[in-house]
């Protein structure tokens, strides 16, 4: 079946460190997108990509940064984690502007 | 600042009644609304998008969309126990990010 899959599905990190989630798709859609996840937050937009050559930054881009290796791989990468960054991150795809969005099963990342 | 509401909840509801779960957005220059179920720990599931004032149905779902009040809605017909889950509500605005942007949801409990 097309999907959405991320790793790791889980992490545990400590402050400073690199870290990088991977995504990848077998939906054929061009369109990708990183989502954070907090309590009582709901899910905000980290950064999206319509194909390899255009990366655009969300709502919350600061200290991540993103590379879409191609059509089907987008990659998180935290470049020097804090512990204000652990949360759920979602990595999602559309077919196209303004259509639904298909998640992947996300990565709980915890930053000590 | 780009808004969408929803009551926190819980709702509870008895088996086989009818759940109503609702939302509003805060920009009139609104595309696209989408109802999202996510059981705790997973990944938000598309249920319904709607793109036109009015109902669409599908199966047990309902989604009512109403421009002028700047409101959507989604009802849930014989309410079975497996759907006790929360309920996001996203909004793709016009303009700006591409991404969604998402009610914090609700969090519905079906009494058996």
């Known amino acids: 079946d097309a999907d959405v899959t991320q790793t790791p599905r889980n992490r545990i990190t400590k402050t400073g460190k690199r870290i990088m989630l991977e995504c990848s798709q077998t939906k054929g859609h061009d369109r990708m997108y990183w989502y954070r996840q907090d309590p009582g937050l709901g899910l905000r937009l980290i950064y999206y990509?319509?194909?390899?050559?255009?990366?655009n930054k969300g709502e919350i881009s600061d200290g991540y940064s993103v590379s879409r290796q191609a059509q089907a791989k987008f990659s998180l990468s935290l470049e020097s984690a804090i512990p204000n960054q652990t949360a759920l991150y979602f990595c999602?795809?559309?077919?196209?502007?303004?259509?639904?969005?298909?998640f992947g099963p996300g990565t709980r990342l915890t930053v000590t | 600042q780009k808004e969408v509401e929803q009551n926190s909840g819980p709702l509870s509801v008895p088996e086989g009644a009818i759940a109503s779960l609702n939302c509003t957005y805060s920009d009139r220059v609104s595309q696209s609304f989408f109802w999202y179920r996510q059981y705790s720990g997973k990944s938000p599931e598309l249920i319904m998008s709607i793109y036109s004032n009015g109902d669409k149905e599908d199966g047990r779902f309902t989604a009512q969309l109403n421009k002028a009040s700047q409101y959507v809605s989604l009802l849930i017909r014989d309410s079975q126990p497996s759907d006790s889950a929360t309920y996001l509500c996203?909004?793709?605005?016009?303009?700006?990010?591409?991404?969604?942007?998402f009610g914090k949801g609700t969090h519905l409990i079906i009494q058996p």
């Open positions: 999602a795809t559309s077919p196209a502007e303004g259509r639904e969005q298909y």
């Open positions: 996203a909004v793709k605005y016009g303009g700006g990010a591409d991404g969604l942007t």
């Open positions: 990509s319509f194909d390899v050559k255009d990366i």
